[in-house]
């Protein structure tokens, strides 16, 4: 089932999320909804808290569905490694029509569990590592807006802003 997308400015997307403590067939559905929902934007990621469930969870697909290697559902994510820079330009299904150029660590290593509750690590360098940085963020109630300097943040939420108000948003 698709879920609407929230978007900048709705509670649920500043507050950090919960831990996962049983996966249940609830948490089994969400999953589906949100690699359903991922798909239909369309997106290489979306964290739970973007659905307006405030839970560690997020998904992950490069390929947008062509490769089901490359699709990722991680609960629980936390970071084992982080290195490197990488300056890349990065836009949000929560932010839609927006990008900006965000710094980044190169590469990451994140462990946490799969859908079926079993301990796996994924390895990223490039968009990979920047998709999982920005997925994790989201579960921490961070969106890409507060990683930018100042004066770009403000004039994101200043047209964010006007388009709410024209009732555009
Ligand atoms: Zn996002």
Known sequence: MLRPILRLGDSILSEPARTVDAITPEIETLIDDMIETMYAAPGIGLAAPQVGVSLKIFVIDLSLGKDPAALHAMINPQFVEREGMQLEEEGCLSIPGFTAT????????????????????????????????????????????DRLRGISRDLILRKVRKLAKAGKW
């Open 102 to 145: 965000v710094a980044r660590p190169k590469r990451v290593v994140v462990k946490g569990l799969n859908r079926h509750g079993d301990e796996y690590t994924i390895e990223g360098t490039g968009l990979l590592a920047r998709a999982l940085q920005h997925e994790i963020d989201h579960l921490n109630s961070c969106l890409f807006v």
